[in-house]
């Protein structure tokens, strides 16, 4: 922003940014007082992205462009007051960019290794950079670059992953005979959920007799011609069983899930399948994906319980976990200072 003002919403009138109630319409005449912070009250237009390019390298170097705003947007329909980031370290920068009524700051990647020990307290230092790197890479592609929609996802991956952010080998399929019909309608007998049928018989576990559950029949014939999948013949359903750091379930999330990384990431250049959504950087992107394709990013929009039950809504509407995914949003939100 050397010399250059930051327009207001008519394209016309700086904006002005106030600091000891004397106003400022150029970025480098901007001062930090001994707390760190900057007051800035704006309103705001959309930058193009020839626009954010040119600024974004222009600031790479820019020792004064390190700031630690604290700021507040008025839109037409909500007003902003937040903090967006944290005292940020000597190697890093922000650059503000404008959007509708949001203002968004990036900050040499808006994960730190630091919060996220806090979440995943039992990882080891290589998971959580490569978490970090990832996420970093991949945020403002998907626009999850906000501390709100970092929040609202990692409070869902806390509870996918457990405490170590272990990518689990996909779905537990080692169901009894007698469960199999309980859980799968090819599984029954005349339509009945309690009487297990010949395939539940020959496929399931049975301990009387020393039989172990056959997973990979089980998951093709109870997900065989559904969810995007081919025959039981097809192996679609071992294939794309429920697997990734959020269970993908289905050759068509698949499908749907790569379609939105080539449109929103097309330079990531990986497929996604279900033998790599297990690796971390592939199940990071995957379900990054899968949170914008599904939905998921426009519904959480505050920090309310009620977006948390959206966006478990979304994900698994029947789970059994979703008192302690709320419980863990209550606790991120706090790590990043979340406040809408």
């Not at 001994?34 to 704006?42: C, E, H, L, R, S």
């Not at 700051?105 to 979440?119: N, P, R």
Request: net charge neutral.
């Amino acid at each position: 922003f050397d010399q250059e003002k930051l327009l207001a919403e008519d394209d016309e009138t700086a904006i002005k940014v106030i600091r000891d109630d004397q106003e400022t319409d150029w970025i480098n005449a901007v001062k930090i007082d001994d707390t760190g912070k900057a007051i800035v009250k704006v309103k705001l237009r959309k930058k193009s992205d020839e626009d954010y390019k040119k600024q974004q390298e222009a600031l790479k170097d820019d020792k004064q462009a390190r700031l630690f705003l604290k700021v507040t947007c008025q839109g037409d329909d909500k007003k902003h007051k937040k903090v967006f980031v944290k005292p940020i370290e000597e190697d890093q920068y922000i650059h503000p960019i404008a959007f509708g009524e949001h203002f968004k700051l990036i900050v040499g990647g808006i994960l730190k290794v630091a919060d996220l020990k806090k979440i995943f307290k039992d990882a080891t230092n290589d998971t959580l950079n490569t978490v970090v790197e990832t996420y970093n890479e991949a945020a403002a592609k998907f626009k999850m670059d906000t501390y709100l929609q970092v929040a609202h996802f990692f409070a869902q991956l806390r509870e996918e992953t457990g405490t170590k952010l272990e990518v689990k080998d996909g779905e537990n399929l080692n169901y009894s005979v007698s469960s199999l019909p309980r859980q799968f309608s090819a599984f029954r007998e005349n339509g009945s959920k309690t009487t297990p049928n010949d395939l539940a018989k020959k496929y399931g576990r049975d301990d009387s007799k020393g039989q172990s559950a056959n997973k990979e029949m089980i998951a093709n014939i109870a997900y065989a011609n559904r969810l995007g999948n081919g025959d039981a013949e097809s192996g679609d359903g071992w294939k794309y069983r429920g697997r990734g750091i959020i269970q993908v379930t289905g050759k068509g999330k698949y499908e749907r899930i790569n379609a939105r990384i080539r449109k929103d990431y097309p330079e990531f250049g990986i497929e996604i399948d279900a033998n790599n959504i297990n690796n971390l950087k592939e199940g990071k992107v995957a379900s990054m994906a899968y949170w914008v394709e599904y939905g998921i990013r426009e519904v959480v929009t505050d920090d309310t319980d009620a977006s948390v039950d959206k966006a478990i809504d979304i994900i698994n509407k029947h789970t059994s976990s979703r008192d302690k995914r709320k419980e863990h949003f209550k606790t991120i939100k706090n790590i990043f200072e979340v406040s809408e």
